[in-house]
């Protein structure tokens, strides 16, 4: 047990055979990123981690958990810290994806603090536990949502995009509200997407939800109505 600091190694170490200075700068200035990248584009980055995670097979839980926080918490490159996500959720662990992973999805959401991280960690591991685990978790993302950290927050708005039928509309409800005059624009994007998504399956709802929550910002009820005429 223990962090398996070879795949660390196999994953930085492809980075920098992939890297790209002049993409770098670019994918730096337009995520506004304090952390330099190494140029690596999504398509590339996958395959490298695929193989890298193939290769490297983890035995348990532990060092499951201990490496993707060690491959996050280390990063000296925006990638290292995307590829920690990709672990977070390879194929090879969904055995492991209950809520006694919310602590560690918690560490990266807050560090992280950005959409690009906190987007896939919310829609793609949160919610996937939310659902499979209903009792024990709903009271932790009700708590988030009124919380003072705003990645916290916005995680329990948009953590059922993708949901479809499996929507809980009082935690979504409870969620909106909590956080609709909030003036962060993150916070306001995160409603319209979460609100708009539920629209596909649920139109009449969402137009009865922005009709009776007056105080929605332009841009939550813009985002919310977008394909509804």
């Known amino acids: ?108 959401i807050v560090t992280g603090a950005w959409w690009d991280y906190v987007d896939e960690l919310a829609i793609r591991r949160v919610g996937p536990i939310l659902r499979a685990h209903r009792a024990e978790v709903t009271p932790l993302l009700l708590a988030w949502a009124t919380d003072a950290d705003r990645w916290r927050r916005r995680t329990a708005v948009i953590c059922q995009i993708g949901a479809k039928h499996e929507v809980d509309r009082k935690l979504l409800t409870a969620a909106v509200e909590a956080t609709a005059e909030d003036p962060d624009f993150f916070l306001r994007k995160g409603i319209g997407w979460a609100l708009r998504d539920h629209a596909r399956l649920a139109p009449d709802w969402v137009r009865a939800f922005v009709r009776d929550h007056p105080a929605l910002s332009p841009l939550s009820t813009r985002e919310a109505l977008k394909h509804l005429g």
Do not use: C
């Open 1 to 108: 047990m223990g962090v398996d600091g070879k795949l660390i190694s196999a994953v930085r170490n492809g980075l920098s055979q992939l890297a790209d200075a002049d993409r770098a700068l670019a994918m730096r200035a337009y995520m506004k990123s304090e952390m330099p990248f190494r140029g690596v584009p999504s398509p590339a980055r996958a395959g490298l981690t695929k193989a890298v995670f193939a290769d490297h097979p983890l035995p348990d839980r532990v060092t499951f958990t201990e490496t993707v926080l060690a491959l996050w918490r280390d990063a000296e490159y925006r990638e290292e810290r995307y590829a920690a996500i990709a672990l977070s959720g390879y194929r090879a662990y969904r055995r492991w994806q209950d809520p006694g992973l919310l602590p560690m999805y918690e560490e990266l």
